[in-house]
Every structure is written in C-alpha cells, then in structure tokens.
C-alpha cells in the first residue's frame, strides 16, 4: 500500500530514466556545442517578460474581437466611442506583429535547449518539454497565420483562417499560463541577480546583450510604426509586415473585396427590400434619396489591422426601422449583401448600433455617389463595428423587433 500517494507519484515522475548511449552525443549535442555568452536566463527572462505582455494584449484584443463578431447572449458591445474598435484592433495587430521579432530572438536564445543531454531525464522532464513544444508551435502558429491573413495570402493554410487562428489562441494561452507558472521562479531569479563574482565578464556581456534588446526593440518599434501606418497617414510610407495603404483605392479608400471579385454588377432596376413588423416593401434609388439624408465621419476599420476614416451620407438605419413598423430604439436589423457567395454576405446590427443616429445606410462617400467597389447602391456603415461587419451592396434589410 502506498502511504503518501502524492509523495510516491512526485518521485515517480522525478525518477532519472536511463541515459541514451554516449555514442549519440555528437554535432549540436556536444557538450558545450553552444558557446554564445550572450544567451543567459536574464536575457531569456527579459524576452519572455516583453513577448509575455505582447502576447496577454494581443490575446485579450483578439478575443474581443471576435466576441463582437460573434456576440454570446451575455456579450455587450456599445455603439460610442466610435473609435474604440478601431484602437483594439490596431493593437491586436501591432502586437502581434511585435511578436515576430520577440519569439525570433526568444527562440534563438533558448534554442540550445533543444539538445540537451540526456534528452529525457525524467518524465516530468519530458512532460515539461512536450508542454513547451505546445507553446512554441501555437506562438509559430498564431504568428504566422495571422501575418498571412494581413497579407491576405490564403494558399499556405487549408484551413479557414478564422476558425484556426480562434482555436489555436486558446491553446497558446493555455500554454503560455503552464509556462508561466513553471518559469516564474528562474524568472525572477535571473531578473533580481546581481553576482559580485566575474564582474569584468559579467559588464562585458551585459553590454552586448543590451544591444541585442536594443536591435530586438527597435525591430519591434519599427513593425509597430509601419503598423500603425496602415491607419496614422503620416507613416504610411513605410511598410514592413503591414502591406495597406491609407488613401489608395477608389474615391481614395482601401477597398478589401472588389465588387468584381464578389460578382455583383450594378442592375439599373435596384430596389433595396425593406421586411418588418410592417410587412415587405421595396424602395428604389430615388425613393431612399427622398428620405431625410445624413452626413456622418466614421472610419472603416478592418480586422486586419488597417483603418481610414471617410465621410458618408445616407439614411439613417433607425428611420428605415420606422418605417418597416419596428421600434427603433429595441430593433435588431439582419442586412443582406446582393453579393452570392462569400462569408462577409450577412451580418446582424444589435440594437445599440441600430438605435444610434450615427449608424447609415450610406449611398454616398463625401459628395459622391457610393463606387461600386465601396458598396453602391447601399451600404452599411455604424460606429465602433468591425469592417467585416460593414457589409456593402444592400440588398434586403429584415427588421427584428422583441416582443
Ligand atoms: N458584402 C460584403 N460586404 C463587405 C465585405 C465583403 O466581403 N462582402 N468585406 C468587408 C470588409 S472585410 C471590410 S474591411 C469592409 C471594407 O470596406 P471598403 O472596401 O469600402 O473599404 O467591407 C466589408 N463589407
Ligand atoms: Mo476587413
């Protein structure tokens, strides 16, 4: 019988498995195969620090991104500020991007790890290197996918990127709290010592690891600038891992999805089908341009990162409620693209966005009519909405009040 199960289980774990033979101890290895001074548990321990509030902001920024893409019953997600999305998102991208340089450097300086000797020890040991295999390949994972999304390059991922990229955070999360726990101690340790011993060597290394974090930063620094320049103007010159262009584009707008590429052509007979509490009707150009217009400044921010501002004109969500005999301030508005196919075709407007005076159905971009790439004859625009939810080329509009 086992007296302390959890003493019994703890050395059992802990227990040295057997030594491969010596024979395989060859190439990377060797003992001392690694010589680099420069790598040291203060400068994995300061990385770690960097990539560790990196990634918490990014996942968290993620994470409420698409909670507002696919809003739980709980889940609020208000109309005001009208830039707030636009912030979250900016930083979800910068620092993921941020990641690149950081989990580079992180990796290099830990790499030698990888061919420790013995390579199992223990299974504890080896329960510890398969849980940090985890994480490296969901950092990789989350990193690469999501620059091959702002890249808008498809082709390496068979997978829908949303879907995987959603999933895999969880993983790199969960991953990363494991780590967390277990390195917290050499973490501290490494980042409070300051060993009188070897103090000539210790200055000199301390010297050229500061001009490692010092290019790490500045690599780090320079992807968040050329990032923020796909939404700041005056640094959208520069262009690293953030390939938009503020400015660029019909009527001088970034556009995501053509109306080539999503097979709508402009039908002289359009007629925007209005469904509520009211029944159905049906208005044309003419009849939506009678109606009381609007001007509104808001911008489109896309989830990959990028986000101009634009002045549109149109009419008002709420007064379209109205008049399909729904209530405007508790209406919720299911709005239908003429586009066929495509996941962008549908989204839902939550009463908060459809109550605001803000939210447009936009047939104008500043003085002129809407350009078929923006979304003419009708779309979307509300305050404080992801772009993938500003669905452009209108056909149908079905109001939804509660009971
Ligand atoms: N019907 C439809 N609407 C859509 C899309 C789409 O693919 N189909 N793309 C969305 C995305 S991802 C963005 S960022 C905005 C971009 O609007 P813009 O092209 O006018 O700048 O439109 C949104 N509206
Ligand atoms: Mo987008």
Redesign the pocket.
């Known amino acids: 019988m086992v007296r302390d199960p959890d003493r019994w289980l703890t050395r059992r774990l802990r227990a040295p498995l057997p030594a491969p033979p010596a024979a395989l101890r060859r190439g990377p290895l060797r003992a001392g195969a690694f010589p680099s001074a420069l790598r040291s548990e203060r400068l994995t321990s300061q990385l770690g620090v960097a990539l560790g509030v990196a990634f918490g902001v990014c996942f968290l920024t993620g994470l409420l991104s698409h909670l507002i893409q696919h809003p739980p019953g709980w889940f609020f997600w208000p109309s005001r500020p009208v830039w707030l999305y636009r912030v979250t998102q900016g930083l979800h991208v910068a620092t993921g991007l941020t990641c690149v340089p950081l989990l580079g450097v992180k990796l290099w300086s830990v790499y030698p790890r990888l061919f420790a000797w013995p390579p199992l020890r223990s299974i504890a040991h080896a329960a510890e290197r398969a849980a940090v295999a985890a994480l490296v390949a969901a950092a990789l994972f989350q990193v690469v996918s999501g620059v091959l999304n702002i890249a808008r390059w498809y082709a390496p991922m068979p997978f829908f990127f949303t879907t995987g990229h959603y999933w895999v955070a969880w993983l790199a999360i969960g991953a990363l709290l494991v780590h967390v726990g277990v390195q917290l101690p050499v973490v501290r340790a490494a980042l409070r010592r300051r060993a009188a011993a070897d103090r000539d060597r210790r200055a000199a290394a301390d010297r050229r690891r500061r001009a490692l974090l010092t290019g790490v930063a500045a690599a780090a620094g320079l992807i968040t600038l050329t990032t923020a320049g796909q939404t700041v103007r005056p640094l959208a010159g520069l262009g690293l891992l953030a390939p938009r262009r503020p400015g660029t ?1 019909p009527q001088g ?6 109306a080539a ?2 097979g ?1 052509v402009a039908d002289p007979g359009y007629r925007l089908v209005l469904a509520g509490p009211a029944g159905e009707t049906s208005l044309d150009l003419e009849a939506l341009n009678a109606m009381p217009q609007h001007t509104v400044h808001l911008p ?5 990162g ?1 986000s ?1 501002g634009a002045t549109w004109g149109g009419v008002r969500l709420r007064d379209l409620v109205t008049m399909a005999g729904g209530d405007p301030d508790r209406a919720t508005v299911l709005v239908e ?3 066929r196919r ?4 549908v ?1 839902t407007v939550p009463p908060e966005h459809v109550r605001d005076p803000l939210t447009l159905i936009a047939l104008r ?1 500043g003085r002129e009519v809407l350009h078929p ?3 003419y004859p009708a ?2 625009i509300a305050p404080n909405r ?9 056909e149908r509009l079905t109001v939804r009040t509660p009971r």
């Open positions: 584009g707008l970034l556009v995501n999805k053509t590429a999503a709508v489109i921010a896309c989830v990959e990028w101009q693209s003429l586009e495509g996941r962008y075709r989204s971009l790439d923006h979304g779309r979307l992801p772009g993938v939810l500003q669905t452009k080329w209108i």
